[in-house]
């Protein structure tokens, strides 16, 4: 199985079973090895006080797609810290795009960053997950 195959099956494994994910409407845009990017539009019950996407949304996503990432190389990876910082607000109605790369990898632990962007391609958030990789594969590979 190629790496793209792999993480395509990784993603397609987990994704069965990700209510959170399609609950809030997001969808797999991409995956590949250590990358994944998923969409999701800003609806009206995302909308916080201030008339802006909730920021709780936005870090949703974001955390979406790390995981999609860092899971991506058929080892269980669970999230072990994460940071973000909210560039600009989205909107209703926004479709915001979550890009995650796997920039580091040592050992059991990983380092994903992800850039949010609108519709535009503006920045709306960075985010940095920290993962490790607890036991387990998604997939059955056989040799």
């Known amino acids: 199985?190629?790496?793209?195959?792999l993480a395509e099956a990784c993603a397609e494994a987990m994704w069965a079973d990700d209510h959170a994910s399609a609950?809030?409407?997001m969808r797999i845009a991409r995956v590949a090895p250590g990358e994944a990017e998923l969409t999701m539009t800003i609806e009206q019950r995302m909308v916080n006080g201030h008339g802006i996407a909730h920021g709780g949304f936005i870090f949703a996503l974001a955390d979406s797609a790390f995981a999609f990432a860092c899971n991506s190389f058929n080892r269980r990876a669970v999230a072990q810290s994460n940071t973000i910082t909210y560039l600009r607000p989205a909107r209703l109605h926004d479709r915001l795009t979550a890009r995650a790369v796997q920039t580091q990898s040592a050992g059991r632990s990983g380092i994903t960053d992800v850039t949010v962007l609108d519709q535009e391609g503006r920045v709306v958030a960075v985010f940095r997950g920290l993962s490790r990789t607890?036991?387990?594969h998604l997939v059955e590979v056989t040799p």
């Open 23 to 25: 609950g809030l409407g």
């Open 1 to 5: 199985m190629t790496p793209q195959a």
């Open 134 to 136: 607890i036991e387990g």
